[in-house]
């Protein structure tokens, strides 16, 4: 039996964006499952019928999270980057971060065992 705040605990845990995104791509999921597979069942058996159902809800799903990884994939640009790529010059509230000097000792190469060990008793 599930108590209250069971159910609490676990609709706490459902993510309403990742819902709401993924419900938007239904319709052209739908689309594209269609075109591939009919929007009917073939006529025929059971066995007929559960077997285009199987497919049709495979590459449903499929592309219904292929259009969410892509559409997660996508980034926005900034404005300010946008400026930046564009005409070369960051607005004058950006801080422009400047990368410090290497530490002498950094390792250019994959270290040997014997800098390897020197790193574990302390040095560089």
């Known amino acids: 039996m599930t108590t209250e705040s069971m159910k609490a ?43 285009w159902a199987a497919k049709w809800t495979f590459c449903f799903i499929q592309k219904r999270e292929r259009l969410y990884r892509e559409k997660k994939e996508t980034v926005e640009i900034p404005d300010y980057h946008k ?21 002498p000792n950094d390792f250019d190469v994959w270290p040997s065992n014997e800098q390897n060990e020197a790193f574990k008793r302390g040095g560089r």
Do not use: C, M
Not at 27 to 51: I, R
């Open 9 to 51: 605990r676990l609709t706490a845990l459902i993510d309403k964006d990742y819902i709401r995104e993924i419900n938007a791509l239904i319709p052209g999921a739908e689309k594209f499952a269609n075109q591939q597979f009919g929007k009917a069942s073939p006529k025929g058996s059971v066995k007929v019928k559960a077997a």
């Open 83 to 103: 400026e930046f790529l564009l005409n070369g010059k960051l607005p004058g509230d950006i801080p422009i971060i400047t990368v410090g000097k290497r530490h």
